[in-house]
């Protein structure tokens, strides 16, 4: 059992910087790929990064590519999401995902999620 709480959101404006956390419970931690999700008002929930549980591999969306940055310390049984040079369409609740499962990419692969961190980007 993985237990995730995401830290760090807020109220940011545009170009500027915040750092989410994504702490977790649970011995296996380091077991998990985890992925960071966002969701905007009347819209879906989407893809944003994802790292390997060894922190080897990173992928990002697109749209994000450049800008934020995953990592995790396994030590601390925690990833991170630094979001540089944030844009309105950046405004989302943040959620943190964890999974076994090698299909990182699907939502419906990921085993554990947060309750979900709100970030707002003002123009």
């Known amino acids: 059992q993985v237990q995730l709480v995401e830290s760090g959101g807020g109220w940011v404006q545009a170009g500027g910087s915040l750092r989410l956390s994504c702490a977790a419970s649970?011995?296996?931690?380091?077991?998990?790929?985890v992925g960071w999700f966002r969701q905007a008002p009347g819209k879906e929930r989407d893809f944003v990064a994802v790292?390997?549980?060894?922190?080897?591999?990173?992928y990002y969306q697109s749209s994000v590519k450049g800008r934020f940055t995953i990592s995790r310390d396994n030590a601390k049984n925690t990833v991170y999401l630094q979001m540089n040079s944030l844009k309105p369409e950046d405004t989302a609740v943040y959620y943190c995902?964890?999974?076994?499962?090698?299909?990182?990419?699907?939502?419906?692969?990921?085993?554990?999620w947060g309750q979900g961190t709100q970030v707002t980007v003002s123009s």
């Open positions: 649970g011995r296996t931690f380091s077991s998990y790929t």
């Open positions: 995902a964890a999974t076994l499962s090698t299909g990182w990419g699907f939502m419906e692969n990921y085993d554990y």
């Open positions: 790292i390997t549980r060894s922190g080897g591999n990173t």
